[in-house]
């Protein structure tokens, strides 16, 4: 039931496969469409030498079921290659990511725009083929510096702050790498607050916005078509935010009412509290300054810090807003093959380009929905499903395995606070209807599209992440307790358990297992 499309046979497969110090990363659910491009894109050696002048191919990496294992050796190869990448060649690396990710996204916008139905199933999939070398191209900033700059910048700080005799590192490193730009999630809930701001001083809607949410609810704020218009226009700009991985729909208008309902109590709070920790983070860190007095050579390294956290967020921006943009595309294409936008997912690029010639069945479909594994080493790929998904199974280790006894779970501590309520796991987009006000977000990492169940929530506990992450940052936006880099939160905890949350310990514990 596997596709092997560049080795020989398994065999050839399983030989390659055992030579690789095979290590589990990150949890991403990105489908077999978009991990068919940016697998090859990753592997490309011509990208690298172009982009960034260096021998270096990202040829070996694993997607199974969505769990992302990556080549440990290849990890550590990068890690010395950006030990020793000049601070002016990065900051100039990262600015040609921001000009190759905006053509990508003029490129999508034309795509959106085109009348896809006037048009010939050559010149559609013509149009596939395009976006799906620029966006190759553009997948090498996924890779390089983000795994090359991020540990070697961090472990340069941490070790001038301790040769300065700082005890509270972490604190000192959030403060030092707070970004001074702004990702398109932080001005998409600036929005937000605009518009409740806007209902708070505005009686007739503060009326409706303070009654209970019924099944005409929804029909009677449509008849303030101000506001209305308001959120239409706000689903527009942002609406792609909650379209992850080229998956789930923009905000529906009753989901954004219901968002500003959230909030709408504590806007004013929210609203300030937004721009108050820039201003916050500024005087701290001339602070810090005074006390210990940087140099020019940290300072660079500071600023590089600072543009590396936006960069982080606006890499993966880009693949998201593009592959919203070619949606229509996709539809298009299934429908004239008899196939749905879910069935394209999960079909790599290839088949797609070669569906002429050779349709996908529907048994093979339906078996890669239940499962699939998408492996490439040395840049050749393969794909299992069905009967050779099991088989590929028993080469992989497990070593997300817990303790059921587990009571207590330590990370490092991203904003200080102390909260207690029952877990709810969000994984995709999908899961984020079952965060309830003062619940505690438990999830591998936060991403803009978590926003709705961030703002509900009473405290964020991950798997993943660093103090450039994305939880780190929106935590302090929120002002809420964050506690990241736990490793194995969301295999330990459960749906409804009750726990409390001490994020000026690191520690998260189990009251009371529902």
């Known amino acids: 039931m596997g596709k092997s499309l560049e080795f020989k046979d398994l065999k050839e497969f399983q030989a390659g496969y055992k030579k690789i110090n095979w290590q589990f990363l990150v949890y991403r659910n990105e489908p077999i469409f978009l991990d068919s491009i940016l697998m090859k894109g990753y592997a490309a050696k011509s990208s690298y030498k172009k982009l960034f002048n260096i021998n270096f191919s990202w040829d070996n990496e694993i997607n199974a079921n969505y769990n992302l294992i990556h080549d440990l050796d290849l990890l550590k190869k990068l890690a010395e ?15 040609k990511c921001y000009v190759y990710g905006d053509e990508l996204i003029s490129y999508s916008m034309r795509i959106k725009n085109l009348k896809l139905n006037r048009l010939e199933n050559k010149e559609l999939l013509k149009i596939l083929g395009n976006f799906e070398n620029k966006l190759k191209y553009f997948s090498v900033y996924v890779i390089f510096p983000m795994w090359a700059y991020n540990y070697p910048l961090e472990h340069k700080l941490t070790n001038f702050l301790k040769k300065k005799g700082v005890k509270k590192i972490d604190e000192y490193l959030r403060i030092l790498v707070y970004p ?13 607050f605009k518009m409740a701001l806007k209902i708070k001083n505005n009686k007739k809607l503060w009326v409706l916005f303070n009654r209970r949410f019924e099944k005409n609810t929804v029909e009677k704020i449509s008849k303030t078509e101000l506001i209305i218009s308001e959120i239409k226009k706000h689903i527009e700009k942002f609406g792609w935010i909650q379209c992850r991985n080229y998956q789930g729909n923009p905000w529906s208008v009753e989901e954004m009412i219901k968002r500003i309902k959230v909030v709408l109590p504590d806007v004013n709070k929210a609203a300030k509290g937004l721009y108050a920790l820039e201003s916050k983070m500024k005087k701290d860190f001339l602070r810090i300054n005074g006390e210990i007095k940087f140099g020019s050579p940290i300072l660079e390294l500071v600023k590089t810090a600072k543009e590396l956290v936006y960069y982080k967020t606006f890499r993966t921006d880009i693949i998201h807003e593009s592959g919203f943009n070619i949606r229509n595309l996709l539809v298009e294409i299934g429908e004239r093959f008899n196939y749905s936008y879910e069935d394209m997912l999960n079909m790599s690029v290839e088949e797609i380009e070669n569906l002429e010639k050779e349709k996908i069945s529907r048994n093979d479909l339906e078996e ?7 492996a490439m080493i040395k840049g050749k790929m393969n794909y299992f499903w069905g009967k050779d998904l099991i088989r590929f199974k028993k080469l992989l280790v497990d070593k997300a395995n817990v303790k059921s006894t587990i009571s207590e779970i330590k990370g490092v501590i991203a904003n200080k606070g102390i909260a207690r309520g029952v877990v709810r796991i969000v994984k995709d987009v999908k899961d984020i209807a079952k965060v309830k006000k003062g619940d505690i977000l438990v999830t591998p990492m936060t991403f803009p599209s978590f926003i709705p169940a961030m703002e509900k929530a009473s405290a964020f506990v991950t798997d993943e992440g660093g103090i450039l992450c994305h939880a780190a940052i929106v935590s302090r936006e929120m002002n809420k307790p964050c506690i990241i880099n736990t490793k194995n939160s969301t295999k330990v905890l459960k749906d409804g358990y009750l726990v409390s949350v001490d994020a000026n310990e690191g520690v998260i514990k189990i009251l009371k297992k529902n």
């Open 180 to 192: 001074t730009k702004k990702n398109v999630g932080f001005y998409e809930q600036a929005n937000l």
């Open 368 to 374: 890669r929905k239940k499962g699939f594994v998408i």
């Open 81 to 95: 290659i950006g030990e020793s990448y000049p601070n002016k060649k990065i900051i100039e690396s990262l600015r």
